[in-house]
């Protein structure tokens, strides 16, 4: 899962508003030590929200509501429609909703490319089943997606609207997070990371990120799709799953 996310931030960076919040308040770009730190709070964050108990989710829905208080701004500079000036707030409707439908499209579809098929009535439960994590950040009950159908005509709906549009802040954020500073010890993960993140992005969304593209390229991310799926049916559960997901 944690090599669809890559995919599910830069789809959010490519909205201008987002991207503004993540450059002013995030230290993740700091050090590879800080974008570890990052990380690690954000799978704590998500396992928190699946597997945890009742007490376990409120107090990470607090932390991060704390969180999203801090982050408004505006933006500085003009990038597609958006104005500078423009004010943002991590506790917009809209783009709470948009960070959760990247996430929710690029899980599914991480899933399905390395493990196994996902039938249609499984990915509805799973958009069912995760909408009430949007609403308790803010989303309006009724505009988040409860059916695979309606997630992708939101989805598809956005990125015709004109309002994704990747600017100067997001090109940066999207350096750090594929090509960490400092990080060459970790080359063949960032490597990896990279190709993978670049092989599941929409191709429109991947040129417009200026992400080198080719038939080499494309036949490298098929051959590491096919090695990762064998690697995962041999892995054990103990390596496969999160020890929360294997005690649920």
């Not at 830069?10 to 700091?30: E, N, T």
């Not at 593209?213 to 098929?222: H, I, L, M, V």
Request: glycine share 8%; with cysteine.
């Amino acid at each position: 899962m944690l090599l669809g996310w890559g995919r599910a931030i830069l789809l959010q960076l490519a909205h201008p508003l987002i991207a503004a919040g993540v450059f002013d308040h995030s230290g993740f770009r700091a050090s590879p030590i800080a974008a570890a730190g990052r990380l690690r709070h954000t799978v704590r964050a998500m396992l928190g929200l699946t597997f945890g108990t009742e007490q376990e989710r409120d107090q990470t829905l607090d932390g991060i509501r704390a969180i999203h208080r801090r982050v408004n701004g505006y933006l500085p500079e003009t990038v597609g429609p958006w104005q500078a000036g423009t004010p943002y707030s991590a506790e917009d409707p809209a783009l709470v909703l948009w960070v959760h439908a990247t996430l929710v499209e690029s899980v599914l579809l991480a899933y399905e490319t390395f493990v196994a098929p996902v039938a249609d009535a499984e990915r509805d439960a799973y958009c069912d089943e995760a909408a009430w994590v949007a609403v308790a950040l803010r989303a309006r009950p009724d505009d988040v997606p409860r059916t695979w159908e309606s997630m992708r005509q939101y989805i598809a709906d956005t990125h015709a609207s004109g309002v994704l549009s990747i600017g100067s802040q997001a090109r940066g954020l999207a350096k750090a997070v594929l090509s960490p500073a400092g990080a060459w010890p970790l080359a063949p993960a960032t490597w990896t990371n990279g190709l993978v993140t670049a092989g599941l992005l929409p191709p429109a969304m991947r040129a417009q990120y200026g992400l080198p593209w080719s038939p080499s390229r494309d036949r490298a991310f098929t051959t590491m799709v096919r090695a990762l799926r064998l690697a995962r049916r041999g892995l054990p559960r103990a390596a496969a799953l999160w020890p929360q997901a294997r005690a649920a």
